[in-house]
């Protein structure tokens, strides 16, 4: 598949020229030095090129080689690979990094890699000169439907998960779905459980998209064909006009937002996703892998608080379980599940906004101060055990 969709995202924030594309096709990666240009006009000189030795190994060389024809210069760092290097350290590596290679305000910072690369980088992008101008080439399917598109950036800490961060639109994201096929298959689910998540918040017509990317990956698991990339292609497309259109009328997350389309929705599944992920340090589930555990817990607590038709949640459930096995939690400490809980509690001012469901495509933000007492806990314990039956 040669042929590329190209969508454009109107993402307002008062005060910035915040429209960008999000450019989706095959092949994409040989053209970035021209996308580049025509999107962030003639100023931009240099280029640095955050990455990792993995990603970066396999795709660094075509992006850099574009640039030099563009006539952009390109300079590289790489960051280490995983969850745990997503710190402040991190940041403050990439920003000494752009200050030695001279990154001026009309410059420009490349995030090549998966959600890690692009949130720190993103992250560092925003702080450097006060901010500049971010490219996003997304190269997990995580990362091409949910974490380049909407601005948010950020690290983690021992406190919890993203809690340190920036909003920091990109100027153009770049999602090249011939890059999937090198993607570790365990990835591939991960941004397929992220993928779910969107689905189960948008509506049917968003989950049966993600059923049929579910389906063509079963039977083409490198996502090689070119009918597979096209299935592809399409999905990211609708995945991120979905967010798109959520971040368009709530960029910025308002605090006093609690609609069913304000971008708090988008935490669907999350709540318990950061808990697992602070509780086991970042190091035992994937980011899409801990999402898949929070989509099936928050249907839980919807079924149980009977805010969702038992059908639709069986629904769910069946999709997620499509993707493919998530690794068990039981063993994973309820106390140490808890504390992470209560720590996001606190932090949010005594209680949490569950994202939970009144139906697929029904998303509701209900407090934890209005459950009857117990629901979490029980809930808890009750899936955990349930996680290796
Ligand atoms: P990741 O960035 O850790 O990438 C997963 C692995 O795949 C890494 O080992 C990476 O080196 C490798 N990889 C990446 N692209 C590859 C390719 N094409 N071929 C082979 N290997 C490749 O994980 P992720 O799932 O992409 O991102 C998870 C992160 O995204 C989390 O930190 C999460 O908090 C964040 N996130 C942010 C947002 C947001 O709105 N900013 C939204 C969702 C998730
Ligand atoms: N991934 C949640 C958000 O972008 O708001």
């Known amino acids: 598949m040669t042929r590329s969709e190209t969508i454009k995202v109107g993402v307002r924030i008062p005060g910035e020229a915040a429209e960008y594309q999000i450019i989706c096709g095959s092949g994409l990666l040989e053209s970035t030095g021209d996308v580049v240009r025509t ?25 850099e ?8 210069s390109a300079a590289s760092f790489m960051i280490g690979d995983g969850e745990r290097f997503k710190t402040l350290r991190t940041a403050e590596k990439i920003i000494g990094f752009l200050n030695t290679a001279g990154i001026k305000r009309g410059d420009a910072v490349i995030a090549l890699g998966g959600g890690v690369v692009g949130d720190a980088a993103g992250f560092a992008a925003s702080l450097h000169l006060r901010g500049v101008r971010l490219v996003q080439i997304p190269t997990t399917l995580l990362a091409m439907i949910d974490s380049s598109v909407g601005g948010k950036t950020g690290v983690n800490s021992s406190f919890g998960k993203n809690l340190i961060g920036t909003f920091h639109q990109p100027a153009v994201v770049i999602a090249d ?17 992220e993928a779910v998540k969107h689905g189960a918040i948008s509506g049917e017509r968003l989950l049966r998209t993600t059923e049929k990317m579910i389906d063509v990956r079963s039977r083409d698991p490198k996502v090689e064909a070119a009918e597979t990339r096209a299935v592809f292609a399409k999905g990211i497309t609708e995945h991120v006009k979905f967010k798109a ?35 086991t340090n970042y190091r035992y589930l994937k980011h899409g892998e801990a999402v898949g555990h929070g989509v099936l817990f928050a249907a839980e607590l919807s079924k149980r608080l009977e805010l969702s038709p038992a059908d639709s949640i069986k629904f769910l459930n069946g999709v997620v379980h499509r993707v493919g096995g998530l690794p068990t939690v039981d063993k994973v400490g309820f106390e140490a599940v808890l504390a992470a809980l209560s720590n996001d509690k606190k932090s949010r001012g005594g209680s949490i906004d569950w994202v939970l469901l009144e139906g697929i495509g029904r998303p509701v933000i209900v407090s934890d101060s209005s459950f009857p007492g117990g629901t979490v806990r029980k809930a808890l314990r009750d899936y955990l055990r349930s996680t290796n039956r």
């Open 39 to 63: 999107s962030l006009g003639e100023d931009v000189r240099r280029a640095a090129v955050i990455s990792n030795r993995k990603v970066f190994g396999l795709y660094g060389e075509a992006v």
């Open 65 to 72: 080689l574009s640039l030099k024809r563009a006539g952009i």
């Open 177 to 193: 779905v011939s890059v999937l096929a090198t993607l570790d298959p365990r990835e591939m689910s991960s941004g397929l459980f």
């Open 245 to 279: 259109l959520i971040v368009r009328d709530d960029a910025r997350e308002a605090i006093g937002a609690t609609g069913s389309r304000s971008r708090k929705i988008l935490n669907f599944g999350h709540t318990l996703a950061h808990a697992l992920e602070l509780a």
